[in-house]
Antibody, heavy 123, light 106 residues
Framework: EVQLMESGGGLVQPGRSLRLSCVVSGFSLDDYAMHWVRQAPGKGLEWVSGISWNSANIAYADSVKGRFTISRDNAENSLYLQMDSLGVEDTAFYYC????????????????WGQGTRVTVSS | DLQMTQSPAALYASVGDRVTITCRASQSIGTWLAWYQQKPGKAPKLLIYKASSLENGVSSRFSGSGSGTEFTLTISSLQADDFATYYCLQYNTFRTFGQGTKVEIK
């Protein structure tokens, strides 16, 4: 059974950092590109970042570029999101999501989602 | 940047109604479009991919159509379990979601 489990969310002050993790099981992580998608309270889905199977291709939404860093460790079955210089606008549920392709620059849709981890940025 | 415009933002319908949701892309995306259903407090669930392909296990009352810049999700006969928010996703150029359509009980 495919499972994705996010962790690392919590309450953080503006300007501080947080690192999210996602541990996967039921499939081989190095066969898939992966993404982070977020959802602010009462709002829609926003794609945040994606990374190819070998980390060769990485992309970010303009809203997080220069502040967030996506990474992965296939041997540890893990995906990460380092979030720096957090602002109140980053408050959201963050989902770890699997792509159907190995690379983000080819047309792969998102098939399996984790349950999400809540990030609250507030003073 | 590629934008996805989804409409309507909300609609009110009754069980048994036929429901149509539209997504428009700011440039051609071929058929690289997916549809998701999300219920409160839950992760999104994949319904349709490649504009019209039904995901395994999804009810056949859901169907998708379109290509290029205009796409449609249709629920042929709305059931109680279908009241939810629906999102489109383009995956031609990185990934972009539509703003969502909330389907509510009339």
């Amino acid at each position: 059974e495919v499972q994705l489990m996010e962790s690392g969310g919590g309450l953080v002050q503006p300007g501080r950092s947080l690192r999210l993790s996602c541990v996967v099981s039921g499939f081989s992580l190095d066969d898939y590109a992966m993404h982070w998608v977020r959802q602010a309270p009462g709002k829609g889905l926003e794609w945040v970042s994606g990374i190819s199977w070998n980390s060769a291709n990485i992309a970010y939404a303009d809203s997080v570029k220069g502040r967030f860093t996506i990474s992965r460790d296939n041997a540890e079955n893990s995906l990460y999101l380092q979030m720096d210089s957090l602002g109140v606008e980053d408050t959201a549920f963050y989902y770890c999501v699997r792509d159907t392709k190995t690379r983000i620059v080819v047309a792969g849709y998102l098939d399996f989602w984790g349950q999400g981890t809540r990030v609250t940025v507030s003073s | 940047d590629l934008q996805m415009t989804q409409s309507p933002a909300a609609l009110y319908a009754s069980v048994g109604d036929r429901v149509t949701i539209t997504c428009r892309a700011s440039q051609s995306i071929g058929t690289w479009l997916a549809w998701y259903q999300q219920k409160p407090g839950k992760a999104p669930k994949l319904l349709i991919y490649k504009a019209s392909s039904l995901e395994n296990g999804v009810s056949s009352r859901f169907s998708g159509s379109g290509s290029g810049t205009e796409f449609t999700l249709t629920i042929s006969s709305l059931q109680a379990d279908d009241f939810a928010t629906y999102y489109c996703l383009q995956y031609n150029t990185f990934r972009t979601f539509g703003q969502g359509t909330k389907v509510e009980i009339k």
